[in-house]
């Protein structure tokens, strides 16, 4: 099933222009809600008990009507509407429950033209080769989540002259390898060849405040960053604050603020958000946030906190239309950040009931204190 508007609106260039965008999302998101109606009984019963239709969905504003699934109705139920050929992901999470999402060629080919116009758009293309520290598990076909894969392709934006990955799979499991890993940061800044830090930033906390604990610092060749992110849980709950990281970024291994490039998307949300020069997430063409009432769900205006509730019209293989997170965030409008970019940007604050869900940054602050 071809959705032209779609594709249309992941081969934008203009990212960030809601205007030129927000009519070719509504027709790509009525396109995908349709496609999933028809295919999916468990979805059009669902949609009922939310008195909600496709043809309700008439304006931008209607898609506050869309029914938002809470994500961990992707980690219960593994229904898939249709099997495309192409890559399965599964979402990040040690507590045995797991959201599969399975994208199409076509879909794939998408979501890379997503990535590769924000990374034009925020400058991550080099054409010079750098060595890449990966904080993150070595991929192996043993391991499908999300995280890793995201990973692997941030190290697509410039030519690799190595790997050297943190979580390296050895006779059949993950070991940290936390001393060959500052191994090669140390030797790099002897060399001349830029390094890119990639992995989740609470990995990167652990790591350099490990490294300034023991006295080891260096002063990494200039053009070398970090490019950060993973997870969308990544980013709530960070023991420390982004400008607690940056600095430990400068002091330990000589990495300047400007050089910091965050990133987030989810399994059950696939698109990718960058920040922008002042550190914050503005929302992309291919997705839309709205901020719910914790208690009574409805949308609230710009400014004020709630549920965060991510819309998007890739893929009719899941109803991903309306994903309900369990975090809390605000939405701003764009002007107020003064970066230029006038699209909205989302700030999340924590999460609702963090208790009893342990997300992969958990099990990683056990790795580091061990
Ligand atoms: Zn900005």
């Known amino acids: 099933m071809d959705n032209r508007n779609l594709r249309q609106l992941f081969s934008t260039s203009s990212p960030y222009n809601i205007e030129e965008n927000d009519a070719r999302f509504l027709a790509a998101m009525q396109e995908t809600v349709k496609q999933v109606w028809n295919s999916s009984p468990e979805y ?32 219960r139920n593994d229904f898939t509407l249709k099997h495309g ?33 924000l990374g034009r758009f925020h400058g991550l293309f080099s054409g010079r080769p750098v060595h890449y520290v990966i904080l ?3 991929p192996s076909r043993h391991n499908q989540m999300v ?28 070991r940290l390898e936390a001393a060959a890993l500052v191994r090669r940061l140390l030797r790099c800044s002897q060399g001349r060849q830029p390094v890119r830090v990639v992995g989740f930033p609470s990995y990167a906390s652990f790591l350099l405040k490990w490294m300034k604990k023991k006295g080891k610092r260096c002063r ?81 205006p710009p400014g004020e906190t709630g549920l965060v509730n991510l819309l998007t019209p890739m893929t009719a293989s899941l109803p991903l239309m309306s994903v ?3 975090d809390l965030g605000v939405v701003r409008p764009g002007e107020t950040c003064g970066c230029g970019i006038r699209a909205p940007y989302l700030e999340i604050l924590g999460r609702v009931g963090a208790a009893g869900l342990k997300t992969c940054s958990a099990g990683a602050q056990e790795y580091w204190n061990r």
């Open 220 to 300: 990494l060749p200039a053009g070398s960053c970090a490019l950060l992110g993973g997870g969308w849980k990544q980013f709530a709950g960070l023991e420390i604050s982004k400008e607690e990281l940056k600095e430990l970024f400068w002091d330990v291994l000589g990495i300047p603020a400007g050089g910091i490039h965050e990133f987030f998307g989810a399994a059950e949300h696939p698109v990718l958000y960058c920040t922008c020069g002042n550190g914050h997430f503005h929302i992309p063409a291919y997705g839309r946030v709205l901020i719910r009432d914790t208690a009574t769900l409805k949308p609230l």
């Open 147 to 174: 995280i890793s894969k995201t990973a692997y392709l941030s190290t697509w934006y410039a030519p690799a002259l190595s790997r050297t990955y943190a979580l390296v799979r050895r006779e059949g499991e993950y």
């Open 44 to 75: 059009r019963a669902l949609a009922a008990t939310f008195s909600f239709t496709p043809q309700a969905l008439r304006t931008i504003k209607d898609l506050e009507r869309i029914p938002p699934i809470p994500t961990l109705y992707f980690k």
């Open 85 to 117: 050929i192409g890559v399965e992901v599964t979402s990040s999470g040690t507590s045995g429950q797991f959201s599969h999402i399975r994208y199409t060629a076509a879909e794939l080919l998408m979501l890379a033209r997503m990535a590769v116009t």
């Open 324 to 326: 309900m997170t369990d």
């Open 136 to 138: 993150g598990y070595q």
